[in-house]
């Protein structure tokens, strides 16, 4: 299974929107609705924020959104502020009982 | 909820090492637990999953037939054995909860494995 294929980097001014990519196959992103979206500050464990595509933890803020279309997955963080500058990684369930990550985007909060 | 690794630790090249996950909080019988492991300055890799009884394991093609995972359920604790090290296995190993949907809810903090000639 291959990773997923997320953009590098990503940025934003604070209050704007900014949606980062997660693209895969149909074996994987295209064949389930189990796509997860985490968090992960430098030298902390990644924090979920979006499971099953859309649907957010209870806890984290309403400016995080998921969803699908075809083999892409996307996450959308609205009205960015300064302590959403880090690193966002996609997951899906990629058959075989298998999982499989996206090479993650690091986001920058101008 | 807390979930805490150890057993990280500098080994030798073709070496074996165990980690284990201690957990608290929670029912642990009847969850999922996923191995996820982060090489330094590099992405997630999805290692392994074990089931509430441990009738299925999973793991990744890159340690399929070195690493073992198991569990002990009085002891509320998971496992990762891991033989014939590589240094390409040479990363922070997380634990993590499943509560469902192929999705985690709740990290350990982390252990680091280094593997050296």
């Known amino acids: 299974q291959s990773a997923l294929t997320q953009p590098p980097s990503a940025s934003g001014s604070p209050g704007q929107s900014v949606t980062i990519s997660c693209t895969g196959t149909s074996s994987d992103v295209g064949g389930y609705n189990y796509v997860s979206w985490y968090q992960q500050h430098p030298g902390k464990a990644p924090k979920l924020i979006i499971y099953?595509?859309?649907k957010r933890p209870s806890g984290v803020p309403d400016r995080f959104s998921g969803s699908k279309s075809g083999n892409t997955a996307s996450l959308t963080v609205s009205g960015l502020q300064a302590e959403d500058e880090a690193d966002y990684y996609c997951s899906s369930n990629a058959g075989s009982n298998h999982l499989v990550f996206g090479g993650g985007t690091k986001l920058t909060v101008l | 909820v807390q979930l805490v690794e150890s057993g990280g630790a500098l080994v030798q090249r073709g070496g074996s090492l165990r980690l284990s996950c201690a957990v608290s909080?929670?029912?642990?019988?009847?969850?999922?637990f996923f191995w996820v492991r982060q090489a330094p300055g590099k992405g997630l890799e999805w290692v392994s999953y074990?089931?509430?009884?441990?009738?299925?394991?999973y793991y990744a093609d890159s340690v399929k037939g070195r690493f073992t995972v198991s569990r002990d359920n009085v002891k509320n604790s998971v496992y990762l054995q891991m033989n014939s090290l590589r240094d390409e296995d040479t990363a922070v190993y997380y634990c993590?909860?499943?509560?469902?949907?192929?999705?985690?809810?709740?990290w350990g903090p982390g252990t680091l494995v280094t593997v050296s000639s």
């Open positions: 099953e595509v859309t």
């Open positions: 909080g929670f029912t642990f019988s009847t969850y999922s």
């Open positions: 993590a909860r499943i509560p469902g949907s192929w999705t985690t809810d709740y």
């Open positions: 074990i089931s509430p009884s441990a009738e299925r394991t």
